[in-house]
């Protein structure tokens, strides 16, 4: 960072040295994060009651394989400009996490929804995730046949905006289960 903040410092006494004009655009810092949807690519075949918690999941809830490669894709939507999105994994029953983050956005505006996906690798979560980065893109949801629910993970989501801001953190609405499962 100080190495930046120098260069940023050198190259302003050169270009002042110059005669021209150094013009600084501002942020505008990110606020107002809002988790609106996520979409496993993987979804409960029929309803599952979890018993550990006594939750029922009904069909086409989305579920993390534990043992095949996930895509899961969240929508978002904030105040301001972005320039990157954090995702926390966390192991409802553990604590555990594990958290990944985008390629820089440069400052991205949210003028509408804005989905971004990630990858959970093989017999990772709810500790960790493959070490891909985010992607604009859209998933094919893909039903599984049969599952054996392991435990259950929550997907927490902070932005930040290029002057260092960090948005507020949001949070799947319920855990998402974690199952073996089969296609």
């Given amino acids: 960072m100080i190495k930046i903040v120098l260069a ?4 302003t006494g050169l270009l002042a040295s110059c005669g021209g004009t150094l013009i600084v655009q501002p942020s505008d810092p990110v606020r107002n994060l809002q988790l609106n949807a996520y979409q496993s690519q993987y979804t409960l075949p029929t309803a599952y009651t979890d018993t550990a918690t006594g939750t029922t999941y009904p ?5 993390i394989c534990d043992n095949l490669t996930t895509r899961l894709s969240v929508e978002l939507t904030w105040d301001g400009t972005i320039s990157m999105v954090g ?3 966390v192991g409802r029953d553990t ?3 594990r ?3 985008s390629s820089d956005f440069g400052d991205l505006y949210s003028a509408r929804p804005t989905s971004v996906e990630f ?3 093989p017999n990772t979560a709810p500790l960790s995730v493959e070490s891909k980065r985010l992607s604009s893109q859209d998933i094919v949801v893909t039903p599984v046949n049969t599952f054996t629910v392991k435990g259950a993970t ?13 948005s ?6 319920q855990a998402l289960p974690v199952a073996d499962c089969t296609l």
């Fill in 59 to 63: 069909k086409g809830t989305s579920i």
């Fill in 87 to 89: 995702a926390r994994l």
């Fill in 119 to 121: 990858v959970v690798g």
């Fill in 168 to 173: 507020n953190v949001v949070q799947s609405v």
């Fill in 154 to 166: 929550f997907v927490d989501l902070q932005a930040q905006s290029s002057d260092g801001t960090k």
């Fill in 95 to 97: 604590g555990s996490t």
């Fill in 99 to 101: 958290t990944v983050y």
């Fill in 8 to 11: 940023a410092v050198g190259l």
